[in-house]
């Protein structure tokens, strides 16, 4: 069983920047690809990057591409997602999820992931 507990979204400005944090209760959390996903009021949910076990590879839907950075302390068990140039477009609620069963990332799928964060929202006002 592995619990994630997302923190750090908030209300920002366009143009401003976030980061959120992802703890998670496990042991083995570097053994596992970790990722970030967003759902917009009245949208389905999107991947938005992923991460793997050690830190060496990421992923980015392209419209986060160059603005968000992913990564991880192992040894602090805590995700991360640091978010620059926000514009509103980035509103949604933001969850972090562990890929158990694999180290490396595979694909952006949220069915992939088999445990996810409540969530945190974050809003970006124009």
């Known amino acids: 069983q592995v619990q994630l507990v997302e923190s750090g979204g908030g209300l920002v400005q366009a143009g401003g920047s976030l980061r959120l944090s992802c703890a998670a209760s496990t042991r083995t959390f570097s053994r596992y690809a970790m990722g970030w996903f967003r759902q917009a009021p009245g949208k389905e949910g999107e991947f938005v990057a992923a991460?793997?076990?050690?830190?060496?590879?990421?992923n980015y839907a392209d419209s986060v591409k160059g603005r968000f950075t992913i990564s991880r302390d192992n040894a602090k068990n805590t995700l991360y997602l640091q978010m620059n140039s926000l514009n509103p477009e980035d509103t949604a609620v933001y969850y972090c999820?562990?890929?158990?069963?694999?180290?490396?990332?595979?694909?952006?799928?949220?069915?992939?992931?088999?445990?996810w964060g409540k969530g945190t929202l974050v809003t970006v006002s124009s």
């Open positions: 991460i793997s076990g050690n830190g060496d590879n990421m």
């Open positions: 999820a562990a890929d158990t069963r694999s180290y490396l990332i595979r694909r952006p799928l949220t069915r992939d992931y088999d445990y």
